[in-house]
Antibody, heavy 118, light 110 residues
Framework: EVQLVESGGGLIQPGGSLRLSCAASGFTVSSNYMSWVRQAPGKGLEWVSVIYSGGSTYYADSVKGRFTISRDNSKNTLYLQMNSLRAEDTAVYYC????????????WGQGTLVTVSS | SYVLTQPPSVSVAPGKTARITCGGNNIGSKSVHWYQQKPGQAPVLVIYYDSDRPSGIPERFSGSNSGNTATLTISRVEAGDEADYYCQVWDSSSDHPGVVFGGGTKLTVL
């Protein structure tokens, strides 16, 4: 079964750092495009970042320079390192596999909540 | 940057047809994907490549895309279809690719 399981969320003070993990099963992370998408409380979906199978990475302007997407091939796991966190980064963070060129997200993880507050 | 516009809400009676639009500049030249999200759950893909249905998604769900508007159509609406729906495209108009989601449409079954 193809599955993604996120972890690492929690309460963090403004300016702090947090690393999210996304463990994959049923497929190989390094052979796929993988992405992070977030959803602030009561709001819509916002794309955060993508890593291509070749290793290229791209970010939304709102997180560029603060967040870093990466993967560990030996652990078949995707990561999101989040630095200089702000209150507006508070959201549920989902990881998802990108299927095909100009493609869709499937599957999605269950999400992990990040709360940035003092 | 590319913008996708969805109506905030659509209401429909059970058994009727719901149409949720997603507007964007020349969106017909892009591939549009649609997701259903129920409260407290992760999004689920319901339509990909404008009009293809993943396995397990009822035939009542269909999609189209032309000109400046993509449309998700749900026929014979059921109570269980009540959810938020999001459209999604890839934007390659700048020097780096990115993903754009519409603002979401809340479907209410009356």
């Amino acid at each position: 079964e193809v599955q993604l399981v996120e972890s690492g969320g929690g309460l963090i003070q403004p300016g702090g750092s947090l690393r999210l993990s996304c463990a994959a099963s049923g497929f190989t992370v390094s052979s796929n495009y993988m992405s992070w998408v977030r959803q602030a409380p009561g709001k819509g979906l916002e794309w955060v970042s993508v890593i291509y199978s070749g290793g290229s990475t791209y970010y939304a302007d709102s997180v560029k320079g603060r967040f870093t997407i990466s993967r560990d091939n030996s652990k078949n796991t995707l990561y999101l390192q989040m630095n200089s966190l702000r209150a507006e980064d508070t959201a549920v963070y989902y990881c998802a596999r990108v299927v095909s060129v100009a493609g869709w997200f499937d599957p999605w993880g269950q999400g992990t909540l990040v709360t940035v507050s003092s | 940057s590319y913008v996708l516009t969805q109506p905030p809400s659509v209401s429909v009676a059970p058994g009727k047809t719901a149409r949720i639009t997603c507007g964007g500049n020349n969106i017909g030249s892009k591939s549009v994907h649609w997701y259903q999200q129920k409260p407290g759950q992760a999004p689920v893909l319901v339509i990909y490549y404008d009009s293809d249905r993943p396995s397990g998604i009822p035939e009542r769900f269909s999609g189209s895309n032309s000109g400046n508007t993509a449309t998700l159509t749900i026929s014979r609406v059921e109570a269980g279809d009540e959810a938020d729906y999001y459209c999604q495209v890839w934007d390659s108009s700048s020097d780096h690719p990115g993903v754009v989601f519409g603002g979401g449409t809340k479907l209410t079954v009356l």
